[in-house]
């Protein structure tokens, strides 16, 4: 008996069985010596291939299903395994089946693309598949309710498994980047309905109405209407759904105190976004506000029906990103915006900005409405995955912190960088430096952000337009004090502490480090308090100046430093709180240094030297601080991006 199945060369151990199958963008066949030098004793595949290992078959897809589900004991014939395909509804319609069975005392698993784990996944594949359905057989499960797309379903990831009823909650054209017919797509999803003893089909109309939304109403009868041929009484499936909460990520109301409703929901096709704006919509009598996007590498064709639509229903629309992947943003909100309403909409292409944005246009009675990324946990920048939640971002914001602003930085030139594009737009592993900055700042809830532009200051206002507002550095040699002070008149007056920071080397610092300089700064009771960290190869940073008992004296920076301070590792990384009313006031006094330029460090000095209290929080490490001055370091950076994002 083998020790493990897997269609992943990377995976193979001593004793493994390795189904070599052809992707569209990789070939399994490719890595066959490659997972017999790493142990398989056995590999299977669709070509003619010499190898006493080697077992020729017609469709290695169907050959993994066998295989995954002879070595986990059959677990689907054990089971009533019901499975929902469809173009909308599928998740809600599972939770509800699931629902159901579990409220009238049967015992049930379930598989979703919420509880499926990996990046905008809806069926895992085969084998991960087959090992959670022995997991509900060894729990004792009777019934297991499986979501299954039309990837899953081409791509064979439900191979082998037994089902005993099917549901189709409808069909709409999706996917067709992938499947590139509509029949094609249709001839997929009945293909589950061919292969099981029941199968059940979506209504039109239903007298159900306990949900929101007629849509969500029709996945309650779909589900209904299943568990009444698996034998279920059908006065007693209705009686339950009054206990049934929608799913995670579907039409998810957040809850808040500033009058206006906001909810989360998963729509990212033409028909599911109409639906649950015209329900959004007969819910207010105010504004209704849409924030969505469209995915990159996707079906092209929905994107200017989906501006259409929303611009049609919606009051205002705002265009935004949604897993671009290796598309140009401007080009997919381009389509989107090519058959919309004019004047009822806006683009912006950072998600999170395009969010604080429709936050800050509602007022008492409207509603909000963020649509595509639903329950997901990451966005797709060029083959990243990148941490994100819709949710998540709703909440920072919507706790907002009116006592603290933040100025960034991000008028520099970057000439060491010798590439044409402003240093803000140059890429971290597929999004723009500064967008890091922007987020971390909006996850600590810091609303009101001033950006301080310069070169080619246009460039970088049509990246991050959106909630914040942009001052211009007239003076291009003019230092960080010059750019900080042309920030001053957007700072709020109400606002107590004013971070400052710089845009080209804040991508890594994580919010919560953000909230504990914060904290610290407010302990502290301090005019000033700077971040900084110690580096072995401090090569073109400002150093901390203490004298010999440790006491701060001041910052200087590298080409105005002796070598004697050269030597110093400690430096200064860029992140500063002020006391906004002593900066305001103090800031004019900042004098032009020996090159020509106003240091936003001599602010230290002029506190330290009038006895004011100026506090130091040093960073444990460099792990979230990354100066960004040259092509190296741009390299270096993606690489500990990398590592962060755990690809390396």
Known sequence: ???????????????????????????????????????????????????????????????????????????????????????????????????????????????????????????????????????????????????????????????????????????????????????????????????TKISVIGRKDTKIDVLPGKFNNLNAQLAVDVVIKLGIDEKDAVNTLKSFGLPEGRLEEVRNDKGFRVFIDFAHTPDSLEAVLKYLRSETSGKLISVFGCAGERDRKKRSKMGKISTQIADLSVFTAEDPRTEDIFAILGSMKSNAVENKFVAIPERGEAIAYALSMAKRGDIIGIFGKGHEKSMSYQGFEHPWSDKEMVISLLEERKDILATVLVAGKGMRMKHPRPKVLREICGRPMLSYTLENLRRVGISDITVVVGFRKNEVIKRFCGAVEFAVQKNPKGGTADAAKAGLPFVSKESGTLIVINGDDSAFYKPETIEKVIKSHAEASAIITFVSLIKDKPFGLGRVIRNDDGVLLGIVEEKDATDAQRRIKEINSGLYLFDKKWFSENIAKVKKGPQGEYYLVDLVKIAVDSGEKVNVFQLPDDGEWQGVNTPEQLMEAEEKMEKRLGYA
């Open 1 to 195: 008996m083998y020790k493990g199945i897997t269609s992943d060369s990377r995976e193979v151990k001593e004793g493994y069985v390795f189904v070599a199958i052809k992707g569209r963008t990789v070939d399994g066949h490719d890595y066959i010596d490659a997972a017999i030098k790493k142990g398989a004793i056995k590999v299977y595949g669709e070509r003619d291939i010499k190898n006493p290992r080697y077992v020729r078959v017609a469709d290695s897809r169907e050959k993994l299903g066998e295989l995954a589900s002879e070595f986990y004991g059959n677990p689907s014939s054990k089971l009533t395994v019901i499975g929902v395909t469809g173009t909308k509804g599928k998740t809600t319609t599972c939770h509800i089946v699931y629902h159901i069975l579990t409220s009238l005392g049967k015992k049930a698993g379930l598989i979703s693309s919420i509880t499926s784990p990996g990046f905008h996944v809806t069926t895992p594949d085969v084998v991960s598949l087959n090992k959670d359905l022995k997991k509900m057989v060894d729990e004792g499960c009777q019934y297991a309710v499986i979501e299954v797309s039309s990837h899953g379903i081409d791509q064979g990831r439900v191979a082998g498994v037994k089902f005993e009823a099917a549901a189709l909650t409808n069909i709409a054209p999706e996917h067709l980047d992938y499947h590139k017919t509509l029949r094609e797509y249709k001839r997929t999803k009945f293909s589950l309905l061919k292969q």
